[in-house]
């Protein structure tokens, strides 16, 4: 059974920082791209960051660039989002997501790369 856990969501003021986690089980984490989306109140799901089964290579939404940096340890089957800088705008569920071997016909930044997520961690930044 896959599992995906994320913590470190909270409440934070305008410039602060989190730092986000998404424990897998039950996949082969080290070979498979990881994601991370979030989903505002109102508005649909979407994407923030992506990085490579080996960590070599990430993506990021235009809105974060800059001040959100994902990364990855295989020995523990995580993976990470460092947010700093944050911005009301930024407050959203955050969900991470494991790559669908069978979709890498679809981009990185699509939902439809994705196929098994986590159950989202709420992050609130106030101003």
């Known amino acids: 059974q896959v599992q995906l856990v994320e913590s470190g969501g909270g409440s934070v003021q305008a410039g602060g920082s989190l730092r986000l986690s998404c424990t897998v089980s039950?996949?082969?984490?080290?070979?498979?791209?990881m994601g991370w989306f979030r989903q505002a109140p109102g508005k649909e799901r979407e994407f923030v960051a992506t990085?490579?089964?080996?960590?070599?290579?990430?993506y990021y939404a235009d809105s974060v660039k800059g001040r959100f940096t994902i990364s990855r340890d295989n020995a523990k089957n995580t993976v990470y989002l460092q947010m700093n800088s944050l911005k009301p705008e930024d407050t959203a569920v955050y969900f991470c997501?494991?790559?669908?071997?069978?979709?890498?016909?679809?981009?990185?930044?699509?939902?439809?790369?994705?196929?098994?997520w986590g159950q989202g961690t709420q992050v609130t930044v106030s101003s």
């Open positions: 039950g996949r082969t984490f080290s070979s498979l791209r």
């Open positions: 997501a494991t790559e669908d071997p069978t979709a890498r016909r679809y981009s990185a930044y699509s939902e439809y790369r994705y196929d098994y």
């Open positions: 990085i490579s089964w080996s960590g070599t290579s990430t």
